[in-house]
């Protein structure tokens, strides 16, 4: 019986550190839409989908030109960036005065094209990058090196973001845009070109996590399904928009989905996570750190 | 009212007549088809006309579905138990999901996103019990052996279209019924201002629950009838969020505010998917979806009110109001 508590507990261990470790991408996930959604008032639907491509942009860097991982990486970021200020310029931006629904169901229509775009241009099939990075024995715990990449890379790029929010000028302008949207082009804010750079913003961190996805994950049409959904309700549950909130949310998400999957398939584990969520909507229907009226 | 009332039954006896005078079977199979997700989308046009947008209207076709199929298999118990069951089954979803979010006041984003979390976790459910529903590989009521009609299984397709016809009719009566209501003024108070409309007397979460209520029940109809006539479901075809989507879709290019939208935005959808199936052949996967998409997005941006909206809005100020109508 000991002997059976001691291996539970490192498999208990081991799950708890792998959530965390997936917690990780999944608040970077989350900050890119948080930030478009605290910035402009609109919930891309289509944001694991901009994932999806930029998995895909990583796949022909990598595989079909035979660019080095590093210098492929950077040139991803770059092309989703641009999707993500092409997405705002073509679609959001026509529909910036129409009801936030319209908006919401646009970038749904945007989903569409993505996916479809992508089974007819690349086909269903799964592909992956044929890297396979070895695994870090700890103990008598094994975590993957992509996985222990992925959370450093998503912590760096969250601090890096933190950092342009905070200390220039942009990233101030952009943060008070979110607290007021009418004042600030009265105080001379061009509001179209912080709109813009947010957008671009949104599109790369999607880009870092599609770097980082296509570690872990085969890439296929359909991939942004799986972590798409998840995504918005970590969102919802730290409180769109809230920065804070959406970084603890996806920590739990992660710890209820990874030990929901230890002691059960994984899709019990996201089950969980859902269902865990409609409980929060009726505890703090505003989010986690709302304050109670 | 009288000319308007003959149209209708001429209308309704021609379209009763249609499968005795045309028997293609693979224009009936269109035509079924095309009344049961009309069915389906006017279901979903019941709620989002108010501003109730629901991503979550995919689970409550996967729970008709599943439920009556599950039942008949496991219990044997027959469809016509089953699909109240099963109709039962998606209310009691709605309440426990549209209950909070209505109380609490959850509106705009936050209830699509609320509803998409109910169509990912029905998804979910499907895919984690593969010992009894199949999970992802689909699944299959048992054929009948005994009685055809117990069973609500039928081989032929005049039966299902009749079926479906009525069905779809249905549809429309529960539409006219609602837009003759004080429902409909009280929604309408509700999604132009909550709070005002509350302050006017409206009993917000009740008026909102009822609605929703209504729209999940025929869906989850929709679903059940899906599942007897295809006798095939899978999680994909049913449930999920790419179901919602599509119903999204198509009732939004028809148009959500007036009764034929949604059919027209059925005909229009499944029509388009054909013509690509048969054009493309097997190149056409995604292709279908592409034009889904690039359309909707244009009809969001141009046409919000859809192609029968824009329509009968464009033709309206010709009539002279005098007119009775």
Redesign the interface.
């Known amino acids: 019986m000991q002997a059976f508590l001691d291996i539970f507990d490192i498999y208990l261990l081991e799950a708890v550190i792998n959530g965390i470790l997936l917690g990780g991408v999944l608040a970077l996930l989350a900050l890119g839409l948080n930030l478009i959604?605290g910035v402009i008032d609109v919930?891309w639907i289509c944001y694991a989908e901009l994932v999806m491509i930029g998995m895909y942009g990583m796949y022909f860097l990598v595989q079909v030109y035979g660019l080095p991982y590093w210098v492929a990486a950077p040139f991803t970021i770059l092309l989703v960036a641009a999707l993500g200020a092409a997405l705002h310029l073509i679609?959001i931006a026509?529909?910036l005065t129409?009801?936030?629904?319209?908006q919401?169901?646009?970038t749904?229509?945007?989903?569409?094209?993505?996916?479809?775009?992508?089974?007819?241009a690349f086909g269903?099939n799964f592909r992956n990058l044929g890297i396979r990075l070895p695994v870090l024995a700890l103990g008598e715990m094994n975590f993957s090196y992509a996985r222990l990449l992925s959370f450093g890379a998503a912590l760096f790029g969250m601090v890096a973001v933190y950092l342009f929010m905070t200390r220039t000028f942009t990233g101030t302008a952009i943060r008070a845009i979110s607290q007021d949207r009418q004042i600030m082009s009265l105080m001379g804010v061009d509001t179209r070109r912080i709109y813009l750079i947010t957008s671009a913003l949104g599109g790369a961190l999607a880009g870092l996590a599609a770097c980082l996805l296509v570690l872990q994950y085969d890439v296929h049409?359909f991939v942004g399904?799986t972590f798409?959904?998840i995504t918005?309700?970590i969102?919802?549950l730290g409180g769109?928009g809230n920065f804070i909130g959406g970084f603890i949310a996806a920590f739990i998400f992660a710890e209820i989905i990874s030990l929901g999957g230890l002691f059960s398939?994984l899709?019990?584990g996201?089950?969980l996570a859902?269902?865990f969520?409609?409980v929060m909507?009726?505890i703090r229907?505003a989010g986690l750190l709302a304050r109670r009226r | 009212m009288r000319p308007r009332h003959a149209v209708w039954i001429l209308a309704t006896a021609a379209a009763i007549a249609l499968p005795f005078v045309h028997r293609d079977p693979y224009h009936l199979h269109i035509l079924v088809l095309i009344l049961i997700w009309s069915f389906a989308y006017t279901s979903w046009s019941i709620m989002g006309r108010f501003?109730l947008?629901s991503l979550g209207h995919g689970g409550f076709m996967g729970v008709g579905a599943y439920v009556t199929a599950l039942l008949w298999n496991h219990l044997a118990v027959s469809p016509w138990i089953g699909i109240p069951l099963a109709m039962a089954a998606a209310a009691l979803l709605a309440v426990?999901?549209g209950y909070?979010?209505f109380r609490?006041?959850?509106t705009?984003?936050?209830f699509?996103?609320?509803t998409?979390?109910?169509s990912?976790?029905v998804l979910?459910?499907i895919?984690?019990t593969r010992d009894y529903t199949g999970g992802s590989l689909g699944y299959t009521p048992n054929r009948t052996k005994g009685s055809q009609l117990l069973a609500l299984q039928f081989d032929d397709k005049v039966t299902w279209y009749l079926i479906a016809l009525f069905i779809w009719l249905l549809g429309l009566l529960i539409w006219r019924g609602i837009d003759h209501s004080m429902s409909r003024y009280a929604m309408e108070a509700i999604s132009e201002d909550e709070d005002a409309a509350a302050a006017a007397g409206v009993n917000v979460t009740a008026e909102k629950l009822k609605i929703t209520v209504i729209s999940a029940l025929m869906t989850a109809l929709a679903g059940a009838l899906y599942c007897q006539y295809q006798m095939f479901i899978s999680p994909d075809t049913v449930s999920?969020?790419?179901v919602s989507?599509q119903m999204?879709?198509a009732a939004?290019v028809g148009g959500i505010y007036v009764s034929f939208g949604p059919t027209v935005g059925a005909v229009i959808t499944i029509l388009l998917a054909e013509t690509l199936r048969i054009g493309f052949g097997t190149n056409a996967?995604?292709?279908?979806?592409?034009v889904?998409?690039?359309?909707?997005?244009l009809f969001?941006?141009f046409l919000?009110k859809g192609i029968l909206g824009s329509l009968t809005e464009g033709l309206k100020p010709q009539r002279r109001p005098s007119l009775p109508s």
Do not use: K
């Open positions: 959604f919930t679609v026509p529909l129409a009801p936030p629904i319209n919401l169901l646009a749904g229509g945007v989903l569409f094209v993505l996916q479809s775009f992508a089974t007819v269903v049409p399904l798409g959904p918005f309700l969102c919802v769109l398939d899709e019990w996201y089950v859902f269902a969520f409609i909507m009726f229907p | 501003g947008v426990v999901v909070p979010c609490f006041r959850i705009g984003h936050y699509v996103l609320v998409l979390a109910l990912g976790i979910q459910v895919t984690a999920g969020i790419a989507l999204v879709f939004i996967v995604g292709w279908d979806n592409l889904y998409g690039v359309l909707l997005v969001i941006i919000p």
